[in-house]
């Protein structure tokens, strides 16, 4: 059985990513902060913070020893909606820690545990608004910005030993986070990118998905759900 690892699997996208590699036939193990209320045979749940270098090597290394690391989702992030010129510097800090250092801390340890087993997979989990340049967002977008550049640069570097690493990004996707956000917010991206009737879970876990296999995914690649130009 393919074994994934899948951050931020308490809620949500992670959550209902792993629920969906498990029904496919998967061994998933999930990092997350907070508890995990998934429970399944073939889930196994780490109490990990991304933001933790040790923590995640730590954790890494027990789901290698285990068997094959085939994909990593790095799917654990935080955002934050704030002017520019009034956004505290600590939200600025937090977010590149979770959103980018996370990604990094993962991408590094999996990627090792890949480059011995000569395969494997990295999806890194990104924004349109990056390419939107999405105002009110700057803090955030920087960090998912980081995250592309990232991908760039790793897919290069581990194309040699046969690890492929990508980002999927996603507009507003129907959650407890975004339900918080006025509607006239969420319509305008959506219209933005070409959904204007957005995007349910069971749509962007699909998109998630569907990649895993895709035989024409470029290494390097940043594949966004919806017309972005």
């Given at each position: 059985?393919?074994?994934?690892?899948?951050?931020?699997?308490?809620?949500?996208?992670?959550?209902?990513?792993?629920?969906?590699?498990?029904a496919d036939g998967w061994i998933v193990h999930g990092f997350a902060r907070?508890?995990?209320?998934?429970?399944?045979?073939?889930?196994h749940a780490h109490a990990v913070d991304v933001t933790d270098e040790s923590a995640v090597r730590a954790a890494v290394a027990a789901v290698a020893a285990a068997g094959r690391i085939d994909v990593l989702m790095n799917n654990a992030g935080s955002a934050a909606l704030n002017a520019m010129l009034l956004t505290p510097g600590s939200v600025a800090?937090?977010?590149?820690?979770?959103?980018?250092?996370?990604?990094?801390?993962?991408?590094?340890?999996?990627?090792?545990?890949m480059v011995r087993q000569r395969g494997g997979l990295v999806i890194n989990l990104t924004t349109v608004a990056v390419p939107l340049s999405l105002?009110?967002?700057?803090?955030?977008?920087?960090?998912?910005?980081?995250?592309?550049?990232?991908?760039?640069?790793?897919?290069?570097?581990?194309?040699?030993?046969?690890?492929?690493?990508?980002?999927?990004?996603?507009?507003?996707?129907?959650?407890?986070?975004?339900?918080?956000?006025?509607?006239?917010?969420?319509?305008?991206?959506?219209?933005?990118?070409?959904?204007?009737?957005?995007?349910?879970?069971?749509?962007?876990?699909?998109?998630?998905?569907s990649r895993i296999s895709a035989p024409d995914i470029e290494s390097g690649s940043v594949e966004y759900l919806g017309t972005v130009t």
């Open positions: 059985m393919p074994i994934a690892l899948i951050t931020g699997t308490s809620q949500g996208l992670g959550r209902a990513l792993s629920e969906r590699l498990l907070g508890p995990q209320p998934l429970v399944h045979e073939r889930f800090e937090t977010l590149m820690r979770v959103n980018y250092l996370g990604s990094f801390h993962c991408l590094q340890a999996v990627g090792k545990v105002e009110g967002e700057a803090a955030y977008v920087a960090s998912k910005a980081a995250v592309e550049a990232l991908t760039k640069v790793a897919a290069k570097e581990l194309s040699a030993q046969g690890v492929r690493v990508i980002a999927l990004g996603l507009g507003p996707v129907d959650t407890r986070l975004t339900r918080a956000v006025p509607k006239a917010a969420l319509a305008k991206i959506n219209n933005a990118i070409g959904r204007p009737q957005g995007t349910t879970m069971i749509e962007a876990v699909e998109f998630i998905v």
